[in-house]
């Protein structure tokens, strides 16, 4: 059995829902709650298992147990453990190129508007909430600014052609979240073509943060 | 042949330059300046070939001249059209936990500290030079206690038993910037020795950032 820890709102844990859906894998979802408690995640139980205390892990019960945390990792380990349906492309210069839009928005936008980022702004250096916003949103504009030039190459096609997969897994996430903060999305045509591609999709239907059993 | 756009204090292309030598892969240099000319990434010449307006960028002009932004879409590429001598060990629950912490600190250290974020707070967010070192130091020390932790289940030995690999590409560099800011690095005993097997090697020295054309 596959075990996911994550929590219904982390934009990482819905990276691997929706990677984990699109390869037909069934899994058993632990929530880990990221506020309660002072952050569940910083717990002593989950710390044990994932000294990075961020979300998610994935536990592969049937590999002895292996435990794989970031995302990306767990994404990639899934595509070599369970190679069909493919995540990725199969030519390694299209492959770079999913890969560099996925790490763009997970290395250069996401971990900068991250809810422990958001806190130590308004807890530590007294940002107060509008600059926080702006903050929130200056990062999210450069990035899909960057990732709307990228998809220009797929000429409205999705990574695979007919099929979403790794770079759709980190995509619409990122958008849940623009959505989520009120940014103006009216400059990306092909991010928000290509959201209505996948969203509709049953993977990403049961991946989305209100379909999850700790959605509040 | 292998471009690389760089500079020589970029930690993400230090991290390419390391992987680069490791492979024993010839590669020219072209340098991007990330201060001058309100910084070189953002000029149109080089904005055409990356919409990320990052650095590291890899142009191989053998294969297309395919063109590959974000340095562990970088590491990753290499691996897959030179796969010899590997990066990464060879079993997938061993690639993923290397993986785990190379991004690790590529999500969530780095891009938390790089130069456009640190300007951000000072320019825009009115932050004194003091907050935003212990802006600075706070992530760096969360994301080394967490891989020092990690590197536990290495027992001493590099990622790839004798030899380093994505893992050390991705450490040293980060190790490098710690130690530019003066964090306290006594409680990571674990980098501190792996580092030090690596830095005496080559492919490390001739990747070093006062080793670079550029350096200043």
Known sequence: MLKLYGYWRSSAAYRVRIALNLKGLAYQQVPVHLVKDGGQQHGADYRALNPQQLLPLLVDE???????????????????????????????????????????????????????????????LGVADEAKNAWYRHWVALGLAAVEEGLAAFDGRLSLGERPGYLEACLIPQLYNARRFNCDLAAYPRIVAMAARCEPLEAFQLAAPEAQADAQ
């Open 62 to 124: 049937e590999n002895g147990g292996v435990r794989v945390a970031q995302s990306l990792a767990i994404i990639e380990y899934l595509e070599e453990i369970f190679p069909v349906p493919a995540l990725l492309p199969a030519d390694p210069a299209e492959r770079a190129q999913v890969r560099a839009l996925a790490l763009h928005i997970a290395c250069d936008v996401h971990p900068l508007n991250n809810l422990r980022v958001l806190q130590y702004l308004s807890s530590e």
